[in-house]
C-alpha cells in the first residue's frame, strides 16, 4: 500500500510540475477564470439599466409631461429622440436608436379628465424577445403607479386588491445572482475538462508516455495519478470564481462551504472522468482539444445555466442526465442561495457518482488497451 500511494504522489507530482513550470500555463490557470467570472457578471445579464425610447406626444398637455416625467424618472429610460409624426418610427426602430417608441394620443388628457379608459402605445423592437418584453413589463409599473396616483389626487377610494409582491432568494432579481453561482461549477469546468483532455494526449506527442508505459505503474494507478491534479486545479477555480462573487460582486452566500465543496469534488471527479476518457482516444492535442471543444458547447447548453432545463423538448431533457454540469448547477445555486444541506441536493450527488464511476474505469480500460 506504501509503494502504492508513494506511485501515485511522484505521478501527482509529476503532472503538478508539468502544469505549473510553465509561467504561461500558470496565467492560463488564474487569468480566466477571474476574467470570464467578472465578464459574466457584468455583461450576462438580462437586467435592463438603459432602455433609449423615442417619444411621439401628439398630446402635448400637462399630463402627458407628467406620465413621461415618471417614467424619466427611473434612471433605466433615456429618451433619445422626440418624434414629429408616426412616419418618424420605423427609422428609429430599424436603426436601432431606440428599443420601444411611446406614442401618446390627442385626446390624452381630455379622456383622463373625464374619466374614460385612454390608451398610449408602444412600438418595441422585438428583435431580442426578452429585452423588450423586459421593457414592455417596466412601462406597464410605471403607467400603475401613475393611475394610482391619479385615483388618489382624484379622491377615488383606493382599488379594493393590491398586489405586494415578494422575490426570495434574489431581492432585487439581479441576473448574476442567478449567474455567478452557477459559474462557479462552470467555469472550472471549462478548463478543467480541456486541461485533463490535453494530459495523456501531449505526453504522446513529446514521446514521455511511452516512459510512463514502462514503469511499474498499472493502467490505474496512472489513471489516478493523471485524474487527481486536475480535480485540485478545478477546486482552485471554483475558490477563484467563489471569492469573485462572494467579495467583489457581494452576493451573500446562505449555505455551508461543507456542502458546496462536497458537491464540488464530485463534479470535478466527473468531469476529470470525461476529459480522461477524452484524452485516451485523441492520437495527439489536437484532436483532444477538438474532441473538447465538440462535447463542452452541448453541455453548456444543456446544463441549464441561461435556460431552464424543463422548457426544454423531452428527448433534450433526457439528455440532460448524461450532463454533470447540470446537476453541479442546480446544486451550487440551491446551496449558495437557498442555504439547503446535504439532506436536500443528495440527489444530484448520485448522476455525479454514477458518471464517474462510468467514465474513469472507461478511461482505465482505454489504458489498458493503448497498453496492449
Known amino acids: 500500500m506504501i509503494d502504492f500511494l508513494m506511485r501515485i504522489a511522484n505521478l501527482c507530482?509529476?503532472?503538478?510540475l508539468t502544469i505549473?513550470?510553465?509561467?504561461a500555463t500558470r496565467a492560463i490557470l488564474v487569468a480566466p477564470a477571474l476574467l470570464q467570472s467578472l465578464v459574466f457578471g457584468y455583461g450576462a445579464t438580462y437586467d435592463l439599466t438603459n432602455v433609449p425610447y423615442a417619444l411621439l406626444d401628439q398630446s402635448r398637455n400637462g399630463a402627458s409631461s407628467e406620465l413621461i416625467a415618471h417614467l424619466d424618472s427611473t434612471g433605466v429610460f433615456h429618451r433619445v429622440a422626440t418624434l414629429r409624426s408616426q412616419a418618424d418610427i420605423r427609422e428609429v426602430i430599424d436603426t436601432e436608436q431606440a428599443l420601444l417608441v411611446i406614442q401618446i394620443p390627442a385626446n390624452f388628457e381630455q379622456q383622463l379628465s373625464a374619466g374614460q379608459t385612454t390608451t398610449?402605445?408602444?412600438i418595441l423592437d422585438a428583435r431580442n424577445s426578452n429585452t423588450a418584453g423586459s421593457a414592455a413589463g417596466y412601462v406597464s409599473a410605471v403607467v400603475d403607479r401613475y393611475n394610482a396616483e391619479l385615483r388618489t389626487r382624484a379622491g377615488a377610494?383606493?382599488?379594493p386588491l393590491v398586489i405586494e409582491s415578494r422575490a426570495w432568494f434574489?431581492?432585487?432579481l439581479e441576473t448574476r445572482w442567478n449567474l455567478l453561482p452557477g459559474m462557479i461549477a462552470a467555469l472550472s469546468m471549462l478548463q478543467t475538462l480541456l486541461l485533463t483532455a490535453l494530459s495523456v494526449a501531449r505526453e504522446r506527442e513529446q514521446g514521455t508516455f511511452d516512459q510512463l508505459l514502462v514503469t511499474p505503474m498499472s493502467p490505474l494507478e496512472i489513471m489516478i495519478g493523471k485524474a487527481l491534479p486536475p480535480v485540485l486545479v478545478g477546486l482552485v477555480q471554483s475558490s477563484l470564481i467563489l471569492l469573485v462573487a462572494l467579495f467583489w460582486f457581494g452576493i451573500p452566500m446562505a449555505g455551508s462551504l461543507v456542502t458546496l465543496y462536497t458537491g464540488l469534488v464530485f463534479f470535478t471527479v466527473a468531469s476529470v472522468g470525461i476529459g480522461l476518457s477524452i484524452s485516451a482516444v485523441?492520437?495527439?492535442m489536437q484532436q483532444a482539444m477538438l474532441y473538447a471543444f465538440v462535447l463542452l458547447m452541448p453541455l453548456m447548453l444543456l446544463s441549464g445555466l441561461t435556460t431552464p432545463?424543463?422548457?426544454?423538448?423531452h428527448v433534450l431533457q433526457v439528455a440532460t442526465l448524461a450532463n454533470p454540469l447540470r446537476f453541479a448547477i442546480d446544486l451550487v445555486q440551491r446551496v449558495y442561495l437557498e442555504g439547503v444541506g446535504l439532506g436536500t441536493v443528495w440527489h444530484n450527488l448520485i448522476p455525479l457518482a454514477v458518471i464517474?464511476?462510468?467514465t474513469l474505469p472507461l478511461a482505465a480500460w482505454l489504458f489498458r488497451n493503448r497498453l496492449v
Not at 309 to 313: F, G, H, K, T
Open 170 to 172: 434574489n431581492p432585487n
Open 120 to 122: 398610449i402605445q408602444l
Open 282 to 284: 485523441s492520437a495527439n
Open 309 to 313: 432545463v424543463r422548457n426544454m423538448p
Open 157 to 159: 377610494p383606493p382599488s
Open 20 to 23: 505549473l513550470k510553465d509561467p
Open 356 to 358: 464517474a464511476a462510468i
Open 13 to 16: 507530482r509529476k503532472e503538478l
